[in-house]
């Protein structure tokens, strides 16, 4: 019996966990692509370099992603998988609630979402674990 708690317990936590990395991922990327959307309007950065909208994107996702990699224990891969598809998604219909068709590149966020989520657990698959001998 008290084996089944734990193990409930420890979905909640994953879940909670994975919501606030996807939290803390758009929030970071809110504000790096309005940092970027400045940039570009006031002309310091040109035109050209519109994908720097797409990187900000990548690093708010990456360092939501690293920070749930931090929290969870086990299953890193199908945590990043996670916080990457949700932060998607969230993103997706928004945008879809603002201009439909959605705006922008749809497959290439979508990917760059999956990549920065795997990605941030990425050095939590590489760490090894010690075993006694």
């Known amino acids: 019996m008290r084996h089944k708690e734990t193990e409930k317990s420890f979905g909640k936590q994953t879940i909670i966990s994975v919501l606030i990395g996807v939290a803390v991922g758009l929030g970071l ?5 309005a940092i ?4 570009i309007v006031s002309g310091t950065i040109p035109e050209k370099l519109l994908p720097a909208v797409i990187i900000s994107n990548f690093i708010g996702i990456f360092i939501g992603s690293l920070l ?3 929290s969870v224990g086990a ?3 199908i945590v990043g998988l996670a916080v990457g ?3 998607f998604m969230v993103l997706f219909f928004v945008s ?4 439909f068709p959605p705006a922008g590149p749809v497959p290439a966020l979508m990917i760059t979402n999956i990549l920065a989520g795997v990605c941030g657990v990425f050095p939590f698959l ?4 010690h075993r006694r001998k």
């Open 68 to 70: 749930t990699g931090r």
């Open 75 to 77: 299953n890193y891969l």
């Open 85 to 87: 598809l949700i932060s």
């Open 29 to 33: 990327t809110i504000v790096l692509v």
């Open 36 to 39: 970027a959307s400045s940039l």
């Open 126 to 129: 590489l760490k090894k674990k």
């Open 96 to 99: 879809l609630i603002f201009s």
